[in-house]
Protein backbone atom coordinates (compact mmCIF):
# COMPACT_ATOMS: atom_id res chain seq x y z
CA UNK A 1 0.00 0.00 0.00
CA UNK A 2 1.31 3.72 -1.08
CA UNK A 3 0.17 6.87 0.95
CA UNK A 4 0.83 9.92 0.05
CA UNK A 5 2.48 12.02 0.69
CA UNK A 6 1.91 37.37 -15.78
CA UNK A 7 -1.75 37.33 -14.98
CA UNK A 8 -2.81 38.98 -18.47
CA UNK A 9 -4.98 41.69 -18.65
CA UNK A 10 -8.69 41.52 -20.04
CA UNK A 11 -8.82 41.88 -23.60
CA UNK A 12 -5.26 41.52 -24.25
CA UNK A 13 -4.29 44.80 -23.64
CA UNK A 14 -2.59 46.25 -21.29
CA UNK A 15 -3.62 47.60 -17.82
CA UNK A 16 -1.27 48.09 -15.07
CA UNK A 17 -0.76 44.18 -13.41
CA UNK A 18 -0.06 45.75 -10.14
CA UNK A 19 -3.13 48.02 -9.90
CA UNK A 20 -5.28 45.15 -10.68
CA UNK A 21 -3.92 42.83 -8.47
CA UNK A 22 -4.51 45.15 -5.52
CA UNK A 23 -8.08 45.90 -6.77
CA UNK A 24 -8.70 42.42 -7.14
CA UNK A 25 -7.40 41.70 -3.44
CA UNK A 26 -9.49 44.26 -1.97
CA UNK A 27 -12.83 43.59 -3.34
CA UNK A 28 -14.47 42.69 -0.51
CA UNK A 29 -14.12 45.87 0.87
CA UNK A 30 -16.90 47.40 -1.81
CA UNK A 31 -20.27 46.81 -2.59
CA UNK A 32 -21.92 43.44 -3.78
CA UNK A 33 -22.30 43.31 -7.87
CA UNK A 34 -26.27 43.45 -8.21
CA UNK A 35 -28.04 40.69 -10.20
CA UNK A 36 -26.87 40.99 -13.75
CA UNK A 37 -30.42 42.03 -15.21
CA UNK A 38 -30.25 45.06 -12.43
CA UNK A 39 -26.83 46.27 -13.91
CA UNK A 40 -27.51 49.97 -14.72
CA UNK A 41 -27.94 50.59 -18.19
CA UNK A 42 -25.10 53.02 -20.19
CA UNK A 43 -27.03 52.84 -24.06
CA UNK A 44 -27.58 56.55 -24.25
CA UNK A 45 -23.76 57.11 -23.05
CA UNK A 46 -22.78 54.70 -25.63
CA UNK A 47 -25.23 56.38 -28.49
CA UNK A 48 -23.18 59.86 -27.23
CA UNK A 49 -20.16 58.66 -27.72
CA UNK A 50 -20.45 56.68 -31.02
CA UNK A 51 -19.53 58.89 -33.25
CA UNK A 52 -16.16 60.39 -31.38
CA UNK A 53 -14.95 57.40 -29.62
CA UNK A 54 -16.28 54.26 -31.83
CA UNK A 55 -16.42 55.93 -36.18
CA UNK A 56 -13.70 58.24 -35.60
CA UNK A 57 -9.77 57.13 -37.53
CA UNK A 58 -7.97 55.30 -34.64
CA UNK A 59 -5.28 58.28 -34.74
CA UNK A 60 -8.02 60.50 -33.42
CA UNK A 61 -9.16 58.40 -31.04
CA UNK A 62 -6.12 57.23 -29.39
CA UNK A 63 -5.19 61.21 -29.26
CA UNK A 64 -8.13 61.77 -27.03
CA UNK A 65 -7.80 62.10 -23.33
CA UNK A 66 -10.02 60.06 -21.15
CA UNK A 67 -12.93 61.70 -20.14
CA UNK A 68 -15.76 60.62 -17.16
CA UNK A 69 -19.11 60.04 -17.83
CA UNK A 70 -22.23 60.26 -15.13
CA UNK A 71 -25.11 57.28 -15.80
CA UNK A 72 -28.70 58.34 -14.98
CA UNK A 73 -29.13 56.27 -11.87
CA UNK A 74 -25.71 58.27 -10.61
CA UNK A 75 -22.66 55.85 -11.50
CA UNK A 76 -19.68 57.24 -13.11
CA UNK A 77 -17.82 55.97 -16.22
CA UNK A 78 -14.63 56.98 -17.60
CA UNK A 79 -14.28 56.75 -20.95
CA UNK A 80 -10.31 55.88 -22.45
CA UNK A 81 -8.37 54.03 -25.00
CA UNK A 82 -5.78 51.17 -24.35
CA UNK A 83 -3.10 49.49 -26.10
CA UNK A 84 -1.32 46.67 -26.62
CA UNK A 85 2.59 45.70 -27.04
CA UNK A 86 1.37 41.77 -27.65
CA UNK A 87 -1.07 43.08 -30.39
CA UNK A 88 -0.35 46.49 -32.02
CA UNK A 89 -2.88 46.05 -34.56
CA UNK A 90 -5.41 46.72 -32.02
CA UNK A 91 -6.50 49.04 -29.58
CA UNK A 92 -9.36 49.43 -26.97
CA UNK A 93 -12.14 51.80 -26.42
CA UNK A 94 -13.18 51.46 -22.50
CA UNK A 95 -16.02 52.34 -20.85
CA UNK A 96 -15.05 51.71 -16.80
CA UNK A 97 -17.81 51.75 -14.70
CA UNK A 98 -16.20 52.98 -11.45
CA UNK A 99 -15.77 50.65 -8.13
CA UNK A 100 -13.55 51.65 -5.21
CA UNK A 101 -13.42 54.84 -6.03
CA UNK A 102 -11.49 53.86 -9.10
CA UNK A 103 -12.08 52.60 -12.81
CA UNK A 104 -10.13 48.91 -12.99
CA UNK A 105 -11.90 48.57 -16.95
CA UNK A 106 -13.40 45.04 -15.56
CA UNK A 107 -15.93 46.03 -12.69
CA UNK A 108 -19.51 45.26 -13.07
CA UNK A 109 -20.90 46.40 -16.16
CA UNK A 110 -17.77 47.87 -18.11
CA UNK A 111 -17.91 47.58 -21.42
CA UNK A 112 -15.12 47.20 -23.82
CA UNK A 113 -14.85 47.79 -27.93
CA UNK A 114 -11.82 46.32 -29.63
CA UNK A 115 -11.01 48.49 -32.85
CA UNK A 116 -8.31 47.45 -35.41
CA UNK A 117 -5.56 50.11 -36.63
CA UNK A 118 -3.68 48.40 -39.52
CA UNK A 119 -2.72 50.62 -42.11
CA UNK A 120 -5.88 49.60 -44.69
CA UNK A 121 -8.11 47.88 -42.13
CA UNK A 122 -9.62 50.34 -39.46
CA UNK A 123 -12.93 48.53 -38.44
CA UNK A 124 -14.34 47.37 -34.93
CA UNK A 125 -13.47 43.33 -34.14
CA UNK A 126 -14.81 42.88 -30.40
CA UNK A 127 -16.87 43.71 -27.98
CA UNK A 128 -16.18 42.51 -23.96
CA UNK A 129 -18.85 42.81 -21.18
CA UNK A 130 -17.95 42.20 -17.86
CA UNK A 131 -21.16 41.05 -16.30
CA UNK A 132 -19.68 40.30 -12.28
CA UNK A 133 -16.55 42.38 -10.50
CA UNK A 134 -14.28 39.80 -12.02
CA UNK A 135 -11.63 40.51 -15.18
CA UNK A 136 -12.40 36.30 -15.54
CA UNK A 137 -15.55 36.06 -16.32
CA UNK A 138 -17.00 38.02 -19.27
CA UNK A 139 -19.53 38.07 -22.64
CA UNK A 140 -17.78 38.87 -25.99
CA UNK A 141 -19.31 39.71 -29.45
CA UNK A 142 -17.86 39.74 -32.53
CA UNK A 143 -19.55 40.10 -36.29
CA UNK A 144 -20.63 36.97 -38.14
CA UNK A 145 -22.32 38.80 -41.02
CA UNK A 146 -24.20 42.08 -41.85
CA UNK A 147 -27.00 41.09 -39.34
CA UNK A 148 -25.71 38.53 -37.18
CA UNK A 149 -23.03 38.54 -34.93
CA UNK A 150 -21.42 35.81 -32.57
CA UNK A 151 -21.71 35.46 -28.75
CA UNK A 152 -19.07 33.88 -26.52
CA UNK A 153 -19.25 33.01 -22.66
CA UNK A 154 -15.76 32.92 -21.11
CA UNK A 155 -14.94 32.04 -17.79
CA UNK A 156 -11.70 31.97 -16.29
CA UNK A 157 -9.81 31.45 -19.99
CA UNK A 158 -13.01 28.30 -20.67
CA UNK A 159 -15.58 28.76 -23.28
CA UNK A 160 -18.67 27.80 -21.86
CA UNK A 161 -20.07 29.20 -25.52
CA UNK A 162 -18.57 30.21 -28.78
CA UNK A 163 -19.34 31.42 -31.66
CA UNK A 164 -23.48 31.39 -31.02
CA UNK A 165 -24.83 33.14 -33.76
CA UNK A 166 -27.52 35.73 -32.43
CA UNK A 167 -29.79 37.99 -34.92
CA UNK A 168 -28.30 41.25 -33.87
CA UNK A 169 -25.53 43.05 -36.51
CA UNK A 170 -22.43 43.99 -34.81
CA UNK A 171 -22.95 47.63 -35.05
CA UNK A 172 -26.14 47.60 -33.50
CA UNK A 173 -24.77 46.33 -30.33
CA UNK A 174 -22.20 49.36 -30.53
CA UNK A 175 -25.52 51.18 -28.72
CA UNK A 176 -28.07 48.44 -28.03
CA UNK A 177 -28.79 48.16 -23.97
CA UNK A 178 -26.84 45.15 -22.85
CA UNK A 179 -29.69 43.19 -21.53
CA UNK A 180 -31.26 43.26 -24.94
CA UNK A 181 -28.00 41.56 -26.11
CA UNK A 182 -28.15 39.01 -23.70
CA UNK A 183 -31.89 38.36 -24.17
CA UNK A 184 -30.89 37.77 -27.58
CA UNK A 185 -29.42 34.44 -27.21
CA UNK A 186 -32.54 33.19 -25.95
CA UNK A 187 -31.84 30.33 -23.50
CA UNK A 188 -28.62 29.17 -24.25
CA UNK A 189 -26.59 31.98 -22.63
CA UNK A 190 -26.03 30.66 -18.68
CA UNK A 191 -26.93 33.69 -17.02
CA UNK A 192 -26.48 31.72 -13.65
CA UNK A 193 -22.76 31.85 -13.93
CA UNK A 194 -22.48 35.76 -13.31
CA UNK A 195 -25.56 35.83 -10.52
CA UNK A 196 -23.86 33.79 -7.82
CA UNK A 197 -25.49 34.32 -4.72
CA UNK A 198 -23.58 34.53 -1.56
CA UNK A 199 -25.56 33.12 0.87
CA UNK A 200 -25.71 29.87 -0.34
CA UNK A 201 -22.16 29.48 0.77
CA UNK A 202 -22.63 30.37 3.94
CA UNK A 203 -21.82 26.85 5.66
CA UNK A 204 -18.77 26.12 3.43
CA UNK A 205 -17.69 29.41 4.66
CA UNK A 206 -17.99 28.37 8.20
CA UNK A 207 -16.45 25.24 7.44
CA UNK A 208 -13.81 27.02 5.74
CA UNK A 209 -12.86 29.11 9.00
CA UNK A 210 -12.96 26.35 11.19
CA UNK A 211 -10.51 24.61 9.55
CA UNK A 212 -8.05 27.33 9.49
CA UNK A 213 -8.71 27.59 13.18
CA UNK A 214 -7.42 23.98 13.87
CA UNK A 215 -4.32 23.28 11.30
CA UNK A 216 -2.14 24.55 13.89
CA UNK A 217 -2.97 21.03 15.73
CA UNK A 218 -1.47 19.54 13.22
CA UNK A 219 1.64 17.70 12.18
CA UNK A 220 3.31 16.10 9.27
CA UNK A 221 4.25 12.88 9.26
CA UNK A 222 4.77 10.18 6.20
CA UNK A 223 2.24 7.73 5.70
CA UNK A 224 -0.07 9.31 9.25
CA UNK A 225 -3.62 9.23 9.97
CA UNK A 226 -5.77 8.93 13.18
CA UNK A 227 -7.90 6.27 13.48
CA UNK A 228 -11.20 5.46 15.15
CA UNK A 229 -10.02 5.54 18.25
CA UNK A 230 -8.38 9.37 17.93
CA UNK A 231 -4.75 7.70 18.08
CA UNK A 232 -1.97 8.50 15.73
CA UNK A 233 -1.55 5.36 13.29
CA UNK A 234 0.41 4.28 9.81
CA UNK A 235 -1.34 3.78 7.14
CA UNK A 236 -0.13 0.82 5.75
CA UNK A 237 0.88 -1.17 9.09
CA UNK A 238 -2.18 0.08 11.14
CA UNK A 239 0.51 0.40 14.05
CA UNK A 240 0.40 3.22 16.18
CA UNK A 241 3.23 6.42 15.81
CA UNK A 242 5.64 6.74 18.50
CA UNK A 243 4.45 9.78 19.63
CA UNK A 244 6.73 9.67 23.20
CA UNK A 245 9.47 10.75 20.44
CA UNK A 246 7.85 13.23 18.55
CA UNK A 247 3.81 14.20 17.96
CA UNK A 248 1.93 12.21 16.18
CA UNK A 249 0.99 13.51 12.62
CA UNK A 250 -0.71 13.26 9.23
CA UNK A 251 0.10 13.01 5.37
CA UNK A 252 -1.78 13.72 2.81
CA UNK A 253 -4.11 11.38 3.18
CA UNK A 254 -4.41 10.93 6.52
CA UNK A 255 -5.11 15.15 6.56
CA UNK A 256 -8.63 13.88 4.25
CA UNK A 257 -9.50 11.43 6.50
CA UNK A 258 -9.17 14.25 9.49
CA UNK A 259 -11.00 16.75 7.30
CA UNK A 260 -14.03 14.44 6.76
CA UNK A 261 -14.36 13.01 10.09
CA UNK A 262 -14.29 16.58 11.23
CA UNK A 263 -17.30 17.52 8.96
CA UNK A 264 -19.00 13.55 10.27
CA UNK A 265 -18.31 13.67 13.92
CA UNK A 266 -20.49 15.92 14.63
CA UNK A 267 -23.22 13.78 13.33
CA UNK A 268 -22.37 10.26 14.04
CA UNK A 269 -20.12 10.98 17.16
CA UNK A 270 -17.28 8.75 15.77
CA UNK A 271 -14.38 8.89 13.30
CA UNK A 272 -13.90 6.48 10.55
CA UNK A 273 -11.38 3.49 10.66
CA UNK A 274 -8.45 3.66 8.61
CA UNK A 275 -7.99 0.67 6.84
CA UNK A 276 -11.71 0.41 4.73
CA UNK A 277 -10.72 3.59 3.26
CA UNK A 278 -7.94 1.94 0.84
CA UNK A 279 -9.75 -0.60 -0.13
CA UNK A 280 -10.92 -0.46 -4.17
CA UNK A 281 -13.94 1.33 -4.96
CA UNK A 282 -15.65 0.84 -8.58
CA UNK A 283 -13.94 -0.03 -11.35
CA UNK A 284 -10.74 1.14 -12.04
CA UNK A 285 -7.71 -0.60 -13.77
CA UNK A 286 -9.33 -3.67 -15.04
CA UNK A 287 -7.40 -7.08 -15.04
CA UNK A 288 -4.11 -6.23 -17.29
CA UNK A 289 -2.63 -3.82 -14.16
CA UNK A 290 -3.37 -6.30 -10.96
CA UNK A 291 -0.36 -7.85 -10.94
CA UNK A 292 1.17 -4.52 -10.26
CA UNK A 293 -1.11 -3.20 -7.33
CA UNK A 294 0.63 -4.96 -4.91
CA UNK A 295 4.32 -3.99 -6.59
CA UNK A 296 2.73 0.06 -6.88
CA UNK A 297 -0.53 0.42 -5.52
CA UNK A 298 -1.18 2.86 -8.65
CA UNK A 299 -5.35 3.45 -7.35
CA UNK A 300 -4.57 3.95 -3.82
CA UNK A 301 -5.30 7.77 -3.61
CA UNK A 302 -8.06 7.15 -6.16
CA UNK A 303 -9.73 4.48 -4.04
CA UNK A 304 -8.90 6.76 -0.35
CA UNK A 305 -11.09 10.13 -1.72
CA UNK A 306 -13.82 7.82 -3.29
CA UNK A 307 -14.40 5.74 0.22
CA UNK A 308 -14.20 9.20 2.20
CA UNK A 309 -16.67 10.80 -0.34
CA UNK A 310 -19.25 7.43 -0.29
CA UNK A 311 -19.32 7.50 3.58
CA UNK A 312 -19.84 11.08 3.83
CA UNK A 313 -22.53 10.83 1.05
CA UNK A 314 -24.47 8.68 2.90
CA UNK A 315 -24.49 9.62 6.37
CA UNK A 316 -25.43 13.22 5.08
CA UNK A 317 -27.31 12.49 2.15
CA UNK A 318 -28.57 8.85 1.29
CA UNK A 319 -27.10 5.60 0.47
CA UNK A 320 -28.02 5.88 -2.76
CA UNK A 321 -24.87 9.09 -2.21
CA UNK A 322 -22.82 5.89 -1.76
CA UNK A 323 -22.54 5.35 -5.58
CA UNK A 324 -19.64 6.31 -8.00
CA UNK A 325 -22.22 8.07 -10.21
CA UNK A 326 -23.38 10.25 -7.57
CA UNK A 327 -19.80 11.10 -5.76
CA UNK A 328 -17.61 11.61 -8.99
CA UNK A 329 -17.77 14.37 -10.60
CA UNK A 330 -17.65 14.33 -14.72
CA UNK A 331 -19.10 16.56 -16.71
CA UNK A 332 -17.39 19.86 -17.36
CA UNK A 333 -19.48 22.48 -19.26
CA UNK A 334 -17.21 23.61 -21.69
CA UNK A 335 -14.94 21.84 -24.51
CA UNK A 336 -12.38 24.72 -25.19
CA UNK A 337 -9.65 26.44 -23.39
CA UNK A 338 -7.66 29.88 -24.30
CA UNK A 339 -4.12 28.49 -24.03
CA UNK A 340 -1.48 31.53 -23.39
CA UNK A 341 2.33 31.41 -24.12
CA UNK A 342 3.97 34.63 -23.62
CA UNK A 343 2.61 37.15 -25.01
CA UNK A 344 0.37 35.08 -27.43
CA UNK A 345 -2.99 32.95 -26.98
CA UNK A 346 -4.78 30.34 -28.87
CA UNK A 347 -7.87 28.39 -28.00
CA UNK A 348 -7.37 24.66 -27.76
CA UNK A 349 -9.83 21.23 -27.45
CA UNK A 350 -10.38 20.87 -23.81
CA UNK A 351 -10.60 17.04 -23.43
CA UNK A 352 -13.10 16.98 -20.11
CA UNK A 353 -13.26 14.10 -18.07
CA UNK A 354 -11.33 10.51 -18.92
CA UNK A 355 -12.14 7.22 -16.83
CA UNK A 356 -9.90 6.57 -14.70
CA UNK A 357 -8.08 10.07 -14.34
CA UNK A 358 -10.27 12.74 -14.17
CA UNK A 359 -9.63 16.12 -15.45
CA UNK A 360 -6.55 17.77 -17.43
CA UNK A 361 -5.82 20.52 -14.08
CA UNK A 362 -5.37 22.98 -16.88
CA UNK A 363 -9.00 23.36 -16.92
CA UNK A 364 -9.49 22.52 -13.39
CA UNK A 365 -9.87 26.71 -12.63
CA UNK A 366 -13.27 27.44 -14.65
CA UNK A 367 -14.34 23.78 -13.71
CA UNK A 368 -14.21 24.41 -9.70
CA UNK A 369 -15.91 27.91 -10.75
CA UNK A 370 -18.68 25.74 -12.25
CA UNK A 371 -19.27 23.35 -9.66
CA UNK A 372 -19.51 26.41 -7.34
CA UNK A 373 -22.51 27.93 -9.01
CA UNK A 374 -23.94 24.23 -10.03
CA UNK A 375 -23.23 22.91 -6.49
CA UNK A 376 -23.15 25.14 -3.11
CA UNK A 377 -22.75 23.80 -0.17
CA UNK A 378 -20.21 21.05 -1.47
CA UNK A 379 -16.56 20.60 -1.43
CA UNK A 380 -14.34 18.22 -3.62
CA UNK A 381 -11.77 15.66 -2.91
CA UNK A 382 -9.08 15.49 -5.44
CA UNK A 383 -6.37 12.61 -6.44
CA UNK A 384 -3.78 14.02 -8.72
CA UNK A 385 -2.42 11.28 -10.58
CA UNK A 386 -0.17 11.10 -13.89
CA UNK A 387 1.58 8.28 -16.03
CA UNK A 388 4.81 7.67 -14.02
CA UNK A 389 7.73 5.47 -15.78
CA UNK A 390 9.95 5.84 -18.18
CA UNK A 391 8.85 8.20 -20.56
CA UNK A 392 11.13 7.23 -23.50
CA UNK A 393 10.05 3.67 -23.47
CA UNK A 394 7.71 2.09 -25.27
CA UNK A 395 5.84 0.55 -22.50
CA UNK A 396 8.03 -0.59 -19.77
CA UNK A 397 10.94 1.63 -17.98
CA UNK A 398 14.36 0.20 -17.72
CA UNK A 399 13.87 -1.16 -14.46
CA UNK A 400 11.05 -3.71 -16.12
CA UNK A 401 8.24 -1.32 -14.39
CA UNK A 402 5.65 -0.65 -16.63
CA UNK A 403 3.91 2.94 -16.47
CA UNK A 404 1.13 3.66 -14.89
CA UNK A 405 -1.34 6.10 -13.90
CA UNK A 406 -0.60 6.72 -10.25
CA UNK A 407 -2.60 8.61 -8.15
CA UNK A 408 -0.07 9.90 -5.63
CA UNK A 409 -1.41 12.92 -3.86
CA UNK A 410 -4.61 13.63 -2.46
CA UNK A 411 -5.98 17.29 -1.44
CA UNK A 412 -9.12 19.37 -0.61
CA UNK A 413 -10.39 21.83 -2.88
CA UNK A 414 -13.28 24.28 -1.55
CA UNK A 415 -14.33 26.82 -4.41
CA UNK A 416 -17.11 29.30 -3.25
CA UNK A 417 -17.91 33.00 -2.81
CA UNK A 418 -17.12 35.01 -0.22
CA UNK A 419 -20.38 37.53 1.47
CA UNK A 420 -19.36 40.23 -1.20
CA UNK A 421 -19.61 37.57 -3.95
CA UNK A 422 -15.92 37.25 -5.02
CA UNK A 423 -15.29 33.63 -6.43
CA UNK A 424 -12.40 31.86 -4.40
CA UNK A 425 -11.15 28.70 -4.31
CA UNK A 426 -8.87 27.59 -0.88
CA UNK A 427 -6.74 24.28 -0.75
CA UNK A 428 -6.32 22.03 2.05
CA UNK A 429 -3.47 19.73 1.96
CA UNK A 430 -1.25 17.93 3.82
CA UNK A 431 -2.22 19.52 7.39
CA UNK A 432 -1.53 23.09 5.53
CA UNK A 433 -3.79 25.77 3.46
CA UNK A 434 -2.00 26.25 0.44
CA UNK A 435 -2.30 28.50 -2.64
CA UNK A 436 -4.27 27.15 -5.59
CA UNK A 437 -2.25 29.10 -8.08
CA UNK A 438 0.66 27.09 -6.87
CA UNK A 439 -1.61 23.64 -6.47
CA UNK A 440 -2.20 24.84 -10.46
CA UNK A 441 1.68 25.20 -11.40
CA UNK A 442 2.84 22.05 -9.24
CA UNK A 443 1.42 19.77 -11.41
CA UNK A 444 1.50 20.63 -15.37
CA UNK A 445 -0.22 18.43 -17.66
CA UNK A 446 -1.68 16.11 -14.56
CA UNK A 447 -4.81 15.05 -14.05
CA UNK A 448 -7.14 15.36 -11.04
CA UNK A 449 -9.70 13.05 -10.08
CA UNK A 450 -12.47 14.86 -8.41
CA UNK A 451 -15.30 13.37 -6.48
CA UNK A 452 -18.09 15.26 -3.91
CA UNK A 453 -18.75 15.34 -0.41
CA UNK A 454 -21.13 17.51 1.45
CA UNK A 455 -20.52 20.22 4.36
CA UNK A 456 -23.12 21.58 6.81
CA UNK A 457 -21.88 24.40 9.55
CA UNK A 458 -20.58 22.00 12.20
CA UNK A 459 -16.79 20.81 12.15
CA UNK A 460 -15.06 18.79 14.99
CA UNK A 461 -12.55 16.11 14.02
Not at 76 to 101: D, I, K, W, Y
Not at 254 to 276: E, N, S
Not at 376 to 394: H, R
Request: charged fraction near 20%; include cysteine; proline fraction near 8%.
Amino acid sequence: MLSMGKIFPPFGLLLPLLFLVSIAGTGQLWARDVPTRQIEDDSSLRRSLEPAWFRETPASVLARPPEIHTLRGGGRVQVRTETSAQNPHEFAVVLARERGGAFPGWAQGSWVLTRRHDENHHQNSRIRIFLRSDFNTYVQFRPLSGERSQMDVVLYDAYILRSLPVPISFESLLVLPVENALTAAGSRFPRRYFDPEPGRYRDVRAFVASVRSKLPELTFVDDGAIDENGRFVFIESGLPQDVSARPGGVNCSGFTKWIVDGILRPVTGQRLPVRPLAEPFGDRGGASIEHWEALRDPFFGLDWIRNLAARAGTVLRSPSFANLEEIEVRNAPFSQLIHRQGGSRSVRPYRGFLHNAGFCIEGIHPLLYTLAIDEPGWIFLAAVNDELGNPDAPYYDLRGLPRLRQFYHVAVLVPFFTEDGVFQVVVFESGAETSFARFRTRYPDHFVSLVRVPVEGRFSP
